[in-house]
């Protein structure tokens, strides 16, 4: 091999060892920016996924805003309710014959049915508690009757409990069968 074969050996050797570290920068900085591209698509999805939550949790609470926004009022309207059901219970049957009261317990009844169809119109229902197995989501327990019912049955309602759709509004205060020693 003559000296200027050896020469341009050396030289194309210095070409590929000098494009090769080239080649090697340009790959490690295209592999750099396709991780850094791969990561902003990944915060963007992340980004778009925890909007919508944001987005669907705030439609849920409007509507339950909006569902369960005359709860306090509702409430407030029990003791009406209750106050108007012990007041009725309270005339004596011999009264309720009396031409002079009957007009009156005749307005204080249609009051009570008016009353009862407002609560139905705002989806506020009484809960049925007598002869059902006692409920702790929707009755609580006063007291425990000695009775001839299985135990846990529901023998005596001391107050009507509400649902406001389908949330409890108000417990039932109810007496329980126990068994009879």
Known sequence: MTE????ENAASETETVSEAPAADGAATRIAALEKEV???????????????????RAEKEAADARAYAVTAFARDLLSVADNLERG??????????????KGL????EATGRELANVFQRNGIARI??????????KHQAMVEIP??????????????????K????????VGVAKKAE
């Open 4 to 7: 200027n074969d050896a020469m």
């Open 38 to 56: 791969a990561d902003a698509k990944q915060a963007v999805l992340y980004a778009a996924a925890e909007a919508q939550n944001v987005r669907r």
């Open 88 to 101: 009725l219970a309270a005339i004596p049957a011999e009264l309720r014959e009396d031409e002079k009261l």
């Open 105 to 108: 317990i005749q307005g204080l």
């Open 128 to 137: 049925s508690a007598l002869g059902e197995v006692l409920d702790p989501n």
């Open 147 to 164: 009775s001839d019912q299985p135990a846990g049955t529901i023998v005596q309602e001391m107050q009507a409990g509400y649902m406001i």
């Open 166 to 173: 389908d949330r409890l509004l108000r417990p039932s205060m």
